[in-house]
């Protein structure tokens, strides 16, 4: 290791542009994304009809245009890409984190953003080399590797996972519990189990996860999880996590991820991008932390009400590993309020962000935006250890940085360093 005292800077304006660039230039591992390698088909979702009809776009649509839900959904893909582009990127201005986001995809391919063609942009997204485009996208975003979200229910993936060999080694697995977790009744009838979670049952769900995990080899199992969550409840679920998740992250060395404070379905005629947020109660992370030392768990909060506190429940916890700024909280302003909070709260011990990509160019919006944030928001805190009389050295920036985009959670999942 070189000397970390080595190449010491005290001078602030060569102190912001050394983490600017540090922080532009270190490889991330995206913790938490919806992406798939290409062996996975259709599941792999690239390109800008793709690009337009994610649903935090479709969201925005319906606040500008007078199309109906329904009108919308009887559209084919590109005929919806064909109204949001219409309504959010010509007939208003791109100003929102989602629609700017495509500008700065556009812009990133050397494609130019100031056309209103959408047909002149969908020549250029027509690329011949599927493998390339993934290696380019992943090189522009500084993305040497990204965690996917497998539901072990879902036959259509499954089925890929057993005739697939090889699968490009920059995509790790992640073992998705939300169908057990919040829809146990219809799980377990689709998948004869008994609803009343009988001993037969968990040893049978213990040993189909033991198959799972063999097959996809998981980083961590994920769960996203309701606002009014309580791990105090006596349910089928709180029970399923005691009986069957903790104990499978024990024989496996799994961690466990915890994203709590969706409310699905809040306007259902909106589909995938019909869901909303609500504050959840810590209490039940706390519990869950203490309850079980020797497991280690992931957790982000959709609602920036949390933030604070979980920040103060990772102080307690050392077996907790606070993560990225979820969905609705993906917007600067907060990404910059989250982050230094973190920083003043647990120093460099957390993992500033994951994509939650669904359609692959998203990771190079998604990372460059967040990059400059956080980079804005390390650099104030350098600049406070200078006012206070301590020298940084680049040595030091590179270690810190080298920890929040990939050390902290590779050595959290115990994935080891590259
Ligand atoms: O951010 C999103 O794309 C959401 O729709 C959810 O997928 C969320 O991230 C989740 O993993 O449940
Ligand atoms: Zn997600």
């Known amino acids: 290791m070189e000397n970390p005292q080595a190449n010491r800077i005290s001078d602030p304006i060569e102190l912001r542009q050394c983490v600017q660039n540090i922080v532009a230039e270190v490889p991330t591992i995206d913790m938490h994304t919806h992406l798939y390698p290409l062996e996975f088909g259709g599941l792999s979702l690239s390109g800008i009809d793709e690009l337009l009809t994610y649903h935090y776009l479709v969201a925005e649509l319906f606040r500008s245009a007078a199309i109906t839900p329904e009108e919308f959904w009887n559209l084919k893909k590109h005929e919806q890409a064909d109204v949001v582009w219409r309504s959010l990127f010509v007939e208003n201005t791109p100003l929102s984190e989602a629609a700017l986001g495509i500008i700065t995809i556009l812009n990133s391919l050397g494609i130019d953003p100031n056309t209103d063609d959408l047909d002149a942009i969908r020549d250029h997204f027509r690329s011949p080399n599927k493998a390339e485009h993934v290696n380019r996208v992943f090189e522009i975003a500084r993305v040497s590797e990204v965690v996917m979200t497998n539901d072990p229910f879902d036959s259509a993936e499954t089925a890929i996972w057993d005739k697939t060999g090889k699968l490009d080694r920059r995509f790790h697995?992640?073992?998705?519990?939300?169908?057990?977790?919040?829809?146990?009744?219809?799980?377990?009838?689709?998948?004869?189990?008994?609803?009343?979670?009988?001993?037969?049952?968990?040893?049978?769900?213990?040993?189909?996860?033991?198959?799972?995990?063999?097959?996809?080899?998981?980083?961590?199992?994920?769960?996203?999880?309701?606002?009014?969550?309580?791990?105090?409840?006596?349910?089928?679920?709180?029970?399923?996590?005691?009986?069957?998740?903790?104990?499978?992250?024990?024989?496996?060395?799994?961690?466990?991820?915890?994203?709590?404070?969706?409310?699905?379905?809040?306007?259902?005629?909106?589909?995938?991008?019909?869901?909303?947020?609500?504050?959840?109660?810590?209490?039940?992370?706390?519990?869950?932390?203490?309850?079980?030392?020797?497991?280690?768990?992931?957790?982000?909060?959709?609602?920036?009400?949390?933030?604070?506190?979980?920040?103060?429940?990772?102080?307690?916890?050392?077996?907790?590993?606070?993560?990225?700024?979820?969905?609705?909280?993906?917007?600067?302003?907060?990404?910059?309020?989250?982050?230094?909070?973190?920083?003043?709260?647990?120093?460099?011990?957390?993992?500033?962000?994951?994509?939650?990509?669904?359609?692959?160019?998203?990771?190079?919006?998604?990372?460059?935006?967040?990059?400059?944030?956080?980079?804005?928001?390390?650099?104030?805190?350098?600049?406070?250890?200078?006012?206070?009389?301590?020298?940084?050295?680049?040595?030091?920036?590179?270690?810190?940085?080298?920890?929040?985009?990939?050390?902290?959670?590779?050595?959290?999942?115990?994935?080891?360093?590259?």
């Open 173 to 418: 697995a992640a073992l998705r519990m939300d169908r057990m977790l919040n829809d146990w009744k219809t799980t377990a009838r689709e998948f004869s189990y008994d609803e009343n979670v009988s001993g037969k049952t968990v040893t049978k769900l213990r040993s189909f996860f033991d198959d799972q995990i063999a097959s996809m080899k998981p980083l961590y199992m994920a769960v996203s999880l309701p606002d009014d969550f309580d791990h105090a409840a006596k349910d089928a679920r709180n029970l399923l996590i005691r009986e069957v998740v903790m104990p499978t992250a024990r024989e496996h060395s799994l961690p466990f991820a915890l994203m709590v404070g969706v409310r699905r379905g809040v306007n259902p005629a909106l589909r995938s991008a019909g869901d909303g947020v609500g504050k959840g109660d810590m209490r039940s992370l706390e519990m869950i932390c203490a309850e079980n030392p020797d497991v280690k768990f992931l957790a982000t909060y959709l609602s920036r009400e949390n933030q604070h506190e979980l920040c103060v429940a990772a102080r307690k916890f050392s077996n907790l590993m606070p993560f990225g700024c979820w969905w609705f909280l993906n917007n600067p302003s907060i990404i910059s309020e989250i982050t230094r909070e973190r920083l003043e709260l647990l120093g460099t011990s957390f993992i500033p962000q994951h994509s939650d990509a669904r359609v692959l160019e998203q990771l190079i919006y998604k990372w460059s935006h967040s990059r400059r944030v956080v980079a804005a928001a390390l650099y104030d805190s350098y600049e406070r250890l200078l006012l206070a009389g301590r020298v940084i050295s680049t040595v030091e920036i590179e270690r810190d940085v080298t920890k929040l985009f990939s050390g902290n959670f590779r050595n959290f999942v115990g994935l080891g360093l590259v």
